[in-house]
């Protein structure tokens, strides 16, 4: 059996989490987003994944790819940690309809 976690392994695992959000919140507004709690959960808990699994990546790996924005990861994923209780939906719905079809294109470019 070849586990291998590499630059490989944790990019196909954001991509995975990228795919589920996508296709977990396509045609819902904000409103309808906020009134679900359980997608909330299950969204904010891929957007942690998704920053976790791109830690993982090499600094070089990274490097290649400065069009991704790796810090804006993170910093999400420092938010919904952090301020649970308080996170703005606003601002997840935005990042759910604005940046991640984008990032889920431009990272299925490179796996």
Known sequence: MD???DNSYYLKRIIKDLAFVVEHTKEINQEQLEKNEILIDSVMFRLIQIAE???K??????GCYNDIPWRAMKG???KIVHEYG???LAVVYNTIVNDIPMLLELLQKIA
Do not use: H, P, Y
């Open 86 to 88: 308080n996170v703005d």
């Open 53 to 55: 699994n791109s830690d």
């Open 76 to 78: 999400m994923r420092n």
């Open 57 to 62: 990546l090499s600094a070089e790996f990274k």
């Open 3 to 5: 586990n291998k976690k």
